[in-house]
Structures are given as structure tokens and as C-alpha cells.
């Protein structure tokens, strides 16, 4: 993570874009970027999706599929090959999708670029410093501590060792009653039926 004690904006040169998340946000955003850097900017995509954005244009650009990369050897390759590109800004969908989840962890941590968070409405932020008031929020919204559900999602955190208390116990007395009852003389017992 370069810049993340930094909040220069690095020129828009050679962006990646990891496909994490719905395409259509790509669909959106890749005509915008064309029209605001132009020629000056090469756009690669790494994506797990079959096809590209329809935008895309891959006479500019070049595309890495995660599905090309596999095991331990493969994912090496990939990052060997993404770090030769020397990206200055690489941006990541976080749409509450579980679409490449490790890929944009692992690469947030590992690519030497800025870090455009983009969520599902095309919302964007800097991982960097300078914006840890938007990361910490974002987070606590992703996790369902922010917001009208952060009061239930708080209770079903405080209940949950209770519940899980009381199925065990439960549990443990249907399993002590039928051990008991399988132990008086002349007490057979029966399998439930499926």
C-alpha cells in the first residue's frame, strides 16, 4: 500500500481496475475515465468475469483473469507480472459482494499504487491516511455497526454466546435423558424414524 501516509493524488497513467464486484459498476465507470485522461492513461482490468466491460478497450489496456493464475505457483506469476506494470493507482470495488474477496485484500496490501475504494453506487475514497474517518465508517457500515441495523446487529453479537449456551445445555439433556432411559433394565430403545 504506496501513499497511504500521503495524500497526493499520483497521475492517472497506468490504472488497474480489480473486477471485484457487480460489472456494471465498470460499465459506468470506465467511459468516465476515458473521457477525463484520454490517451495519456493506460487502463488494465483484472478480472475473474468471462469478457470485459464493454467499454474497456483492450487495444489500450490488458487483462489479467484470476482464473488463469492458479495455486501457489500461478498467483506468483501474477503478481510478478502486475508489479512489472508499475501501476500508480489501482482501483477496487468493496460492493458488499463476495466477489474476489483475498484477490483485493492480498493485492490492496501488495500492489505499490494508491487505493481507490469504490463501492456499489460508484461512491469512491483514497486508502490513505487522510481519509481514516471514511475507511473506519465504511467498515463499521460493512460489518453492520453503523446505521439503523447497528443496534440489532449489537444485540445478536451480545446473545449469541447465551444461545449458544442454552443449545448446548439443551442438547446435552436430550442426550442425558436418552443415555438414562437406555440404562433401566428392560428399557429398549427405538432409532427416530427419518
Not at 13 to 41: A, K
Not at 133 to 155: M, N, Q, S, W
Request: net charge positive; hydrophobic share 45%.
Amino acid at each position: 500500500m504506496r501513499y497511504f501516509f500521503r495524500r497526493k493524488i499520483p497521475p492517472f497513467d497506468r490504472v488497474l481496475l480489480i473486477e471485484s464486484g457487480s460489472r456494471q459498476i465498470f460499465e459506468d465507470l470506465i467511459p468516465g475515465l476515458y473521457d477525463i485522461y484520454g490517451e495519456q492513461m493506460q487502463l488494465d482490468l483484472l478480472t475473474c468475469f468471462g469478457g470485459v466491460p464493454s467499454a474497456f478497450r483492450q487495444d489500450r489496456g490488458r487483462v489479467f483473469r484470476v482464473t488463469d493464475h492458479q495455486g501457489p505457483a500461478g498467483r506468483a506469476q501474477l503478481y510478478r507480472l502486475l508489479d512489472e506494470r508499475r501501476y500508480s493507482v489501482a482501483g477496487i470495488i468493496c460492493s458488499g459482494e463476495p466477489v474476489m474477496t483475498k484477490w483485493k485484500c492480498v493485492l490492496a496490501l501488495r500492489l505499490p499504487a494508491k487505493i481507490l475504494i469504490l463501492n456499489e453506487n460508484l461512491d469512491y475514497f483514497w486508502l490513505d491516511w487522510g481519509h481514516w474517518k471514511t475507511i473506519r465508517h465504511f467498515i463499521l457500515f460493512r460489518a453492520g455497526l453503523a446505521g439503523a441495523g447497528a443496534v440489532r446487529t449489537l444485540a445478536r453479537l451480545l446473545l449469541f454466546p447465551f444461545t449458544l449456551l442454552f443449545l448446548l445445555l439443551y442438547a446435552a439433556v436430550v442426550h442425558l435423558r436418552r443415555k438414562v432411559h437406555s440404562m433401566q433394565p428392560g428399557a429398549t430403545v427405538t432409532e427416530p424414524r427419518p
